[in-house]
Antibody, heavy 118, light 108 residues
């Protein structure tokens, strides 16, 4: 059974870079789409972007200039970097697996809360 | 970017009743690449439906999805106490994936 676990700082200062890692266990990262989704407090879900197992990426246009998602197949994990953060980036961040074109986002991490504050 | 509008914002129902949730897209979703998720407080979302009408693994058959083009529906045939939650639709038919704002199903 595939499990995913986010890790990283819970507090980031404004203008700095938010960095999170998602470790995948119980399955290989050498397949599927690997996503980051976030949810501000009391609000809905926002797709940040994905990295395909081949290394190709696709980002939300509203965040594209600040987002980098990378893959580490040797460690079976992938990462999110979000630069120049502001308090509006405060959210629960989820790492999520998605199957092939037709399939949905079927495996979610438990989420990690990141607060942007000085 | 495809905008998804969910209605109603809140649905007040009793256990055993039927729930009908709507998701309308600002443009046609190719291949009916539309998913539904359930989220309970403090938990990650759970995939219910993908491809507009395919149930995800382990999802009870009281959950069903339908629709195509710009209009999609999630139906819960008979509400169980554990079904009271927030439901989101999400499209992955365009290059930029988007979510609806959610529908809360609450106890009447």
């Amino acid at each position: 059974q595939v499990q995913m676990q986010e890790s990283g700082p819970g507090l980031v200062k404004p203008s700095e870079t938010l960095s999170l890692t998602c470790t995948v266990s119980g399955g290989s990262i050498n397949s599927y789409y690997w996503n980051w989704i976030r949810q501000p407090p009391g609000k809905g879900l926002e797709w940040i972007g994905y990295i395909f197992y081949t290394g190709s990426t696709n980002y939300n246009p509203s965040l594209k200039s600040r987002v980098t998602i990378s893959l580490d197949t040797s460690e079976n994990r992938f990462s999110l970097n979000l630069s120049s953060v502001s308090p509006a980036d405060t959210a629960v961040y989820y790492c999520v697996r998605k199957g092939g074109f037709f399939y949905g986002m079927d495996v979610w991490g438990q989420g990690t809360t990141v607060t942007v504050s000085s | 970017e495809i905008v998804l509008t969910q209605s109603p914002g809140t649905l007040s129902l009793s256990p055993g009743e039927r729930a009908t949730l709507s998701c309308r897209a600002s443009q046609s979703i190719s291949n009916s690449y539309l998913a539904w998720f359930q989220q309970k407080p403090g938990q990650a979302p759970r995939l219910l439906i993908y491809g507009a009408s395919s149930r995800a693994t382990g999802i009870p058959d009281r959950f069903s999805g339908s629709g195509s083009g710009t209009d999609f529906t999630l139906t819960i045939s008979r509400l169980e106490p554990e079904d009271f939650a927030v439901y989101y639709c999400q499209q992955y038919g365009s290059s930029s994936w988007t979510f609806g704002q959610g529908t809360k199903v609450e106890f009447k």
